[in-house]
């Protein structure tokens, strides 16, 4: 076997899923198919606040199991919110299972949680290479299911867990097989209390999962591997483009919709369907450089305050973060898979009236979207100037893990020219 054999094996993972009204309910008999008898349940203040966690963990408890409740899960966690979380585990531990009950911080969390409560180390050691040790885990993780309270982060289906690295100014993660959920309960009703203002910037990461993972690079151009140094994301393959797919099909009328009507539960619940499907892709096939870009954004924020979050900080909400540069990167990757953009382009606006240049028809149609729904105009309009582009190309950069998906090589000129253009996107 030579180093240059091109890929033939790809590989594919998923929780175990049970969706629909009324799905959150069931957890405690969940839980004991598990053999759980003490449970940890991680939410943050905002959720807490609606009783959905506390009538979860109840709800638990009135199937014998001792249930624990930590609130304070920071939106958009770092690493200092986090090793309170897996302070507060392993002080008042052991556990024998998670629930996360919230977003993608909550989920991501409890995550952490999970991974230094059975296995030793720091937060850091296992942080993504080169931000952190990269190390994996050695032993199995806990069962943890996950309940998502936004319709977004597809955390609930990943290997992967985000987080801000406060001292470095940059946003990391860690990826390891051993993260994902056991169970992922996706219950509509949960997400209709989200504000318009969340709701808008959670579903372009929905659509940025899809459209990233469809459009990544194919399993089959990687160079092989050997079964030990297979890796979570793998690139796009026949069962992510499906759910990808899929979930761009229900993104179509449902995104406009839930923003417009926070309680209309039709949409709410194809929202709900649309992360889980993106999460099912994205988590197997990987997303790339809309993801990459987005982690400096957010990590570098200055002064910029989002509708419907917590105010007290300022913040570039992930799935926001995202979108920005999204127009740009797919333009940039258009030559590299035309026919899988364009295929994106009319699974998100069939009726679009589309601009002369192909390469110009999916950032049309995203730029649209993101005016009817309220995202920010660009970079700009967050904070950045043309004079922050090399301190946010040097933050991509470190994003080594999704930049090797992308289906065109981005060098840093290139990542420069990305982030200019998206400067201002109308």
């Known amino acids: ?28 008999y969940d839980l004991t198919q598990y053999g759980a008898h003490r449970v940890l349940v991680v939410t943050d203040p905002q959720v807490a606040a609606t009783g959905w966690p506390r009538r979860i963990a109840d709800g638990i408890a009135g199937y014998g199991i001792e249930t624990e409740l930590f609130d304070g899960v920071h939106v958009e966690p770092t690493d200092v919110s986090m090793q309170k979380a897996v302070d507060f585990a392993r002080g008042t531990g052991p556990y024998d299972a998670f629930v996360a009950v919230g ?14 409560t059975s296995n030793d180390g720091e937060l850091m050691d296992y942080v993504n290479a080169p931000v952190g040790g990269g190390r994996a885990p050695d032993r199995p993780l806990k069962p943890l299911v996950a309940v998502p309270t936004t319709t977004g982060t597809g955390s609930e289906s990943t290997t992967v867990c985000v987080l801000d690295v406060l001292s470095l100014r940059v946003k990391s993660g860690i990826s390891h097989l051993r993260l994902r959920p056991t169970l992922a309960v996706v219950d509509p009703r949960l997400t209709v209390s989200q ?7 959670s579903g372009m990461d929905i659509l940025c999962h899809a459209a990233e993972s469809y459009t990544a690079k194919p399993y089959t151009e990687f160079e092989r591997k050997r079964p030990e140094q297979r890796v979570p994301y793998c690139g796009s393959n026949p069962l992510a483009d499906m759910f990808a797919e899929q979930s761009l099909r229900l993104l179509s009328w449902a995104l406009p919709a839930a923003v417009r009507d926070g309680s209309d539960l039709k949409a709410r619940e194809a ?9 099912l892709g994205f988590g197997n096939a990987g997303v790339h450089i809309p993801h990459a870009n987005a982690y400096p954004i957010a990590g570098q924020v200055r002064d910029f ?7 007290e900080e300022p913040m570039v909400p992930h799935g926001m973060a995202v979108s920005l540069t999204a127009p740009a990167a797919f333009r940039f990757t258009f030559a590299a898979a035309p026919d899988r953009h364009l295929r994106v382009a009319r ?9 002369g240049d192909f390469a110009d028809h999916l950032p049309a149609a995203l ?19 043309e004079s922050d582009v090399d301190s946010l190309v040097e933050g991509t950069l470190k994003q080594q893990r999704l930049l090797a998906t992308a289906p065109r090589e981005a060098s840093a000129e290139d990542l420069s020219g990305i982030l200019r253009d998206s400067v201002s996107l109308w």
């Open 195 to 201: 504000p318009a203002g969340v709701t808008a910037a």
């Open 103 to 116: 977003g993608g911080s909550a989920i991501d969390t409890a995550k952490a949680a999970n991974l230094l």
């Open 367 to 385: 730029i649209d979207l993101m005016r009817q729904i309220g995202i920010p105009d660009g970079i700009g309009a967050v904070g950045y100037t």
């Open 305 to 311: 305050h989002p509708d419907g979050y917590p105010g």
């Open 347 to 355: 699974l998100l606006a069939p009726d679009f009236e589309w601009p």
């Open 1 to 28: 076997m030579t180093v240059t054999e091109h890929e033939t094996v790809f590989t594919y993972g998923a929780p175990a899923l049970k969706y629909g009204t009324g799905a959150s309910d069931e957890i405690g």
């Open 271 to 279: 929202m709900a369907l649309a992360a889980t499907f993106a999460g």
